[in-house]
């Protein structure tokens, strides 16, 4: 409940010692609606949009008492309560792929070698998803925002370059674009057709 993303709802609760005669709220410098919830408490909700600003969101809390007594400007809460709106969509950097195979530093593979992709997120994630070859893969969190996929290829999988694509949901719920490519180009080209002697001469 401390972090939002675009769509979601902030709520600002409040209670007052008296009973009031006129209230406004803004949140994120948006005039939120507002419902009385009897006993003096209230409630103020807004949704959050693509054009407001990230970071902690700001609020502001003004009334008139039953007396005529203004108070302006209330922007703090009372509990140390606050929230961070994130738009941003996760980021993966670096992204890499090698395989086991010895040929070529890994940039080729057979059938039944063991194909790797790590990468890193530049912050905390909720979830990863990934797909090598065709197939839903695990990925295994190493900690520290540190990931990896291991995949062994079969003779079944189709030759070419090794195919994958990474999707990863950060804490508040954005979800990152599709991950198709490594971030320093490497890549991984498997190879399952046998060398042929086309020319034999004794």
């Given amino acids: 409940t401390a972090l939002v993303k675009v769509g979601d709802t902030v709520t600002v609760s409040f ?5 009031l005669i006129d209230t406004t709220v803004s949140i ?8 009385g919830l ?3 408490q209230f409630k103020a909700v807004y949704a959050m949009a693509e054009g407001d600003p990230e970071g902690v969101i700001e609020f502001e809390i003004s009334f ?9 400007g209330t922007s703090a809460t009372t509990d140390a309560s606050q929230v961070t709106f994130d738009k941003t969509k996760p980021t993966l950097d670096p992204v890499i792929i090698t395989s086991d195979n010895s040929c070529s530093s ?3 593979a057979k059938a039944e070698n063991i194909v790797t992709i790590n990468f890193t997120s530049l912050e905390a994630l909720l979830s990863t998803f990934a797909i090598v070859m065709g197939d839903t893969v695990l990925v295994t969190d190493l900690g520290s925002s540190q990931y990896k996929i291991d995949h062994q290829l079969t003779d079944t999988d189709e030759e070419g370059n090794v195919s994958f694509l990474i999707r990863v949901t950060d804490l508040v719920g954005n979800i990152s674009e599709d991950i198709t490519t490594t971030t320093d180009v490497s890549n991984v080209e498997f190879d399952i057709t046998l060398p042929l002697l086309t020319n034999v001469h004794i």
């Fill in 28 to 35: 994120s410098g948006h005039s939120a609606n507002i419902a």
């Fill in 15 to 19: 209670t007052t010692s008296e009973i």
């Fill in 38 to 40: 009897g006993s003096n």
């Fill in 106 to 108: 890994g940039a080729i």
């Fill in 64 to 72: 008139i008492d039953v007396q005529g007594n203004p108070l302006t």
